[in-house]
């Protein structure tokens, strides 16, 4: 008898493919980093960005959100946002620094696997509070990707010297930031809503965004990675200031312990209450 598998609805493949096509972009912008083609490899990266915003959205709206899809996802961000940068950065100047500046391309891209990793884990830990949601831990691997080939959109806007020891530990600097535990605003449950007076100022926004993208790209990449640099500081006061709250509203088991009444000791008798006489021929307690 032959065996018939069960169908896959639609709705489930097109995140994928959505995440396929990112990924072709990234494979591609290593191609044309080789071939000395910079500027479009830096377009293939920000392409790149763009559809990785767009597969995960779609996947909850049309509930198509599956483990296959999350894995394949982390995968090609770990080639997009960390591979393809770090290859795009070394043969843009990095090259030139020797050993160093492989060094800080491997490590650079070494970070983005890390971080993708401990994403992974902690997305299924079941005791994180639910706003945490709004946050990531670490620079996200995509705005790592576009803040670090920052000094590529300097030296395409402005010709700035690329021989620089600040390129070399500025890109170390993105590195850490994308693996350590500092609160970034994740602003995934932003656009969930628009209320109807905003539709049409939004579609001007985003018409007027893609224009600008297309014909300014690198004021408006420089201006836009300056802009995400700047706002680290403000989720973390955010973060910390969400932590606060929860930890005044719900008390950890420690802290519960500490503030419950101590239980009664049967032992000791409470304030007016006479102890019988004792039995002289009951033998003392020990104690």
Known sequence: MRRRFRQIPVRTLLPNLITLLALCAGLTAMRLAVEGKLEWAVAAIVFAALLDGVDGRLARMLKGTSRFGA??????????????????LYFWGLQDFGNAGWIAAMVFAICAGLRLARFNVMIDDPNR???TANYFTGMPAPGGAIAVLLPIYLDFLL???????LVFLYTLAIAFLMVSQIPVFSGKRV????APEMVLPVFVCVVLFFALLVAYPWWVLTIGTLMYLGSLPFGWMSYRANERKWAATNPSPVQAAAVAPAPEDPSVSPPGHAEPPADPDRPARLN
Not at 76 to 82: E, K, L, P, S, T
Not at 159 to 165: F, M, Q, V
Not at 191 to 194: A, I, L, Q
């Open 71 to 88: 894995e394949l996802d982390s995968l090609a961000d770990f080639v997009n946002f960390g591979v393809a940068p770090a290859l795009i």
């Open 129 to 131: 509070p639910p706003w």
């Open 191 to 194: 656009g969930k809503r628009v």
């Open 159 to 165: 010709g700035a010297a690329r021989l620089t020891p």
